[in-house]
């Protein structure tokens, strides 16, 4: 049986290597060498770019997501598993999907690792997504910036 000790301390020296690989937010692509670049297809890539766009004019998400339902513009979504993994997918925009982009770093060209972590108290038996907390960024085990390509600056 693999030691799970060990696992956590080879994930960890990938990530702050900068190797360790996961799924990637909407307008991002893992080309044939496993390298991240920019989604494809560009349709995606514009819409990446609007949302950040509408957040600097508008200040609020609430602002960019009302923004984006009243226009009519849908989200690019790829497929992270099964049989239409890879498949670019379009969906009304939400709140949580909004959320999350305006809160990654990778967006800003950033490479981060540990930016979460499972706190036992609020894990719920049966659920395993639940019991995330996010960490402070200076918290964070690992923050390589000029990793990734980015669709915003740093500030």
Request: proline share 6%.
């Amino acid at each position: 049986m693999a030691d799970p000790a060990a696992d956590v301390g080879g994930k960890l020296a990938k990530a702050e290597r900068g190797e360790l690989a996961w799924a990637l937010p909407i307008g991002y692509w893992r080309d044939r060498g496993g390298q991240v670049v920019f989604d494809p297809d560009e349709q995606a890539r514009t819409v990446v770019r609007l949302v950040f766009d509408l957040f600097d004019r508008l200040g609020t998400l609430n602002g960019v997501l009302r923004w984006l339902v009243e226009h009519q513009v849908q989200m690019p979504v790829r497929s992270h598993g099964g049989v239409d993994k890879g498949e670019l997918t379009w969906r009304r925009p939400n709140r949580e999907t909004l959320q999350v982009m305006l809160h990654n770093p990778l967006y800003a060209g950033y490479y981060a690792y540990g930016r979460r972590r499972v706190d036992a108290r609020r894990k719920q038996a049966g659920r395993p997504s639940t019991g995330r907390v996010v960490r402070a960024m200076d918290n964070w085990h690992v923050l390589l910036p000029g990793r990734m390509p980015a669709y915003i600056t740093a500030e």
